[in-house]
C-alpha cells in the first residue's frame, strides 16, 4: 500500500473458494487482531480461526464484491469483513457453502475417492451462510442471478443452523459507511443500468421457470418462436458488451514486463476490457467516491 490509495476494491466474484488457511491470513491484513471464523466438527467443539498478527496494511476505505458463486472460502473472508464492519459488501447473495470436505481413497481402489464433509464454519456472531448465502449490504442488479446453482439448489445440502458464540472482537464502526450505503441503494434504485437488467431478467426467468406449450413442426412455429429467442438473447449480448467509462492503469512493474511478452499484453488488454464492462465495480467506485468526499 505504499501508493497510499484512498479506497480498495476486492472482487470475488465468480471465487469458488480454496485454502481456509489464506482466507484468514487475508482477513488479518485489514483487521488488527481477533476472531475470523468458528469451526464445528461433528462433536460439537468449537474452534475460533483467529488473526494473531497485531497489525494492518491498510485500514482504509473497503469494498467487497461478491455474486452467486462466491463461495466456501472467499465468503469467509467476505463474512468476516462484513461482521467487523470492515468493509461494504455489494454484489448478490453467496453459494451458500459453509462447510469443510477431506477426500479419502476407498479401501482397495487405486482410483475411487469419496469426499466427507467433517466441519463447519460459523460466522464471528454465531450465524452461519451454510445453504442461505451471505447477503451483501448492496444488492446489485446482475444477469441470470436466479439462474447461478446455489447451495441450496443441492437436494443433499446441509441446512442451516446457528450456534452460540462469546467471541470478543472491536467492530471498525466507520460512521460514514451507513450514509454510503444508502446513497448506493437510492442511486441504484433510479438507475438506467439497473432497470436495463430487470427488464432483462424478467424477460429471461420464465424460459427457465415454465414449461413452454409443443410448438407445431411447421416452418412459421419454429421460426417464430426462434426469432423470439434470438431477440433477447441478441439483447443480452448487447448489454454484456456495454463498456463503462472506468479507467484502468496499470503499475509500472506489470508494464515493464508487458514489454517483453506479448502474452501477458493479451491478457492484461482482456482483463482491462472485463473491469471496464462490471457493473458492480462502477457502482463499487461510485460507493468510494461517496466515502473519500468530505
Not at 445453504?131 to 446453482?149: F, S
Not at 432483462?200 to 414449461?211: A, K
Not at 426469432?227 to 438473447?233: A, E, G, Q, T, V
Amino acid at each position: 500500500m505504499k501508493k497510499k490509495i484512498n479506497g480498495l476494491i476486492i472482487d470475488l466474484q465468480y471465487n469458488g473458494g480454496g485454502s481456509l488457511e489464506e482466507a484468514i491470513r487475508l482477513s488479518g491484513l485489514f483487521i488488527n487482531t481477533g476472531p475470523i471464523a468458528v469451526m464445528n466438527d461433528k462433536k460439537n467443539k468449537q474452534n475460533a480461526l483467529k488473526d494473531y498478527n497485531r497489525s494492518t496494511i491498510y485500514s482504509g476505505n473497503m469494498v467487497v464484491l461478491v455474486n452467486g458463486l462466491s463461495a466456501s472460502a472467499s465468503e469467509l473472508f467476505a463474512n468476516a469483513m462484513q461482521d467487523y464492519q470492515r468493509a461494504i459488501v455489494i454484489g448478490n447473495t453467496t453459494l451458500g457453502k459453509a462447510s469443510m470436505q477431506q477426500v479419502f481413497p476407498l479401501e482397495n481402489s487405486d482410483n475411487e475417492f469419496i469426499k466427507i464433509t467433517l466441519e463447519k464454519f460459523y460466522r464471528i456472531t454465531g450465524k452461519s451462510n451454510q445453504y442461505v448465502g451471505l447477503v451483501p449490504d448492496v444488492e446489485i442488479p446482475t444477469l441470470l442471478d436466479e439462474q447461478m446453482p446455489r447451495e441450496k439448489t443441492n437436494p443433499s445440502a446441509l441446512k442451516n443452523d446457528e450456534i452460540d458464540v462469546k467471541l470478543k472482537y472491536q467492530l471498525f464502526k466507520n460512521k460514514n459507511y451507513s450514509n454510503a450505503i444508502q446513497k448506493s441503494k437510492e442511486r441504484l434504485q433510479n438507475s438506467v443500468e439497473s432497470k436495463e437488467i430487470e427488464t432483462l431478467n424478467t424477460q429471461i426467468n420464465p424460459y427457465f421457470e415454465t414449461s413452454f406449450p409443443p410448438i407445431t413442426l411447421q416452418f412459421e412455429s419454429v421460426f417464430d418462436d426462434v426469432s423470439k429467442i434470438n431477440l433477447i438473447w441478441n439483447e443480452v449480448k448487447k448489454y454484456s458488451e456495454k463498456e463503462y467509462p472506468i479507467q484502468v492503469e496499470q503499475n509500472k512493474v506489470d508494464l515493464e514486463y508487458q514489454k517483453f511478452d506479448e502474452f501477458l499484453k493479451t491478457i492484461s488488454a482482456t482483463r482491462s476490457k472485463a473491469l471496464k464492462q462490471n457493473f458492480a465495480l462502477v457502482e463499487a467506485i461510485n460507493i468510494l467516491t461517496d466515502l473519500i468526499a468530505p
